[in-house]
């Protein structure tokens, strides 16, 4: 099994991953042209020349992160994937000098096993009013807002990145 930063090639797998739990309600879905527009966000988790799990960093402001499509395939859960991929996205984060890394999600119990705390959605400006207004869900969106402060919590470093 091996985390490794996204390529192009990897767009379709990934679209078809996200889109997979956007149809069950658990991730916002997303486009193809979206996927390769943001593909420098992207880790992916591959087995066996198989894409089996993707997670995005993207950068909403100077000290503010976001990761975001974080899926892992069915039958490769709960073999730690998510957690390796969210570690590989705060090692990326602790890097490019974010403060804050933040998650809007329905795993309230897997962000908190990671140190993620639960905030108001209020203390996150700058993605309410750039990417959330446009939401379908917006303004009744029922994902729970956490995030991690990077510069109190110390990151293990032992994705196999």
Do not use: Q
């Amino acid at each position: 099994m091996v985390i490794r930063k996204a390529k192009l090639k990897d767009a379709g797998e990934i679209y078809n991953l996200i889109n997979h739990y956007a149809k069950e309600g658990i991730l916002l879905p997303r486009s193809l042209n979206s996927i390769y527009e943001n593909i420098r966000d992207f880790w992916v988790c591959e087995e066996g020349g198989n894409l089996i799990g993707c997670a995005s960093l993207h950068i909403v402001w100077e000290d503010l992160a976001e990761i975001k499509s974080l899926a892992v395939s069915e039958e490769h859960k709960g073999r730690g994937i998510g957690t390796m991929l969210v570690e590989a996205c705060l090692k990326e984060a602790e890097e490019l000098g974010v403060k804050r890394v933040f998650v809007l999600t329905y795993a309230h119990d897997f962000f908190s096993k990671l140190n993620f705390e639960e905030v108001e959605k209020i203390k996150l400006p700058h993605k309410v009013w750039g990417e959330c207004i446009n939401c379908v869900k917006f303004p009744s969106c029922d994902e729970i807002a956490m995030w991690i402060d990077l510069e109190k919590v110390s990151l293990k470093h032992d994705a196999k990145v």
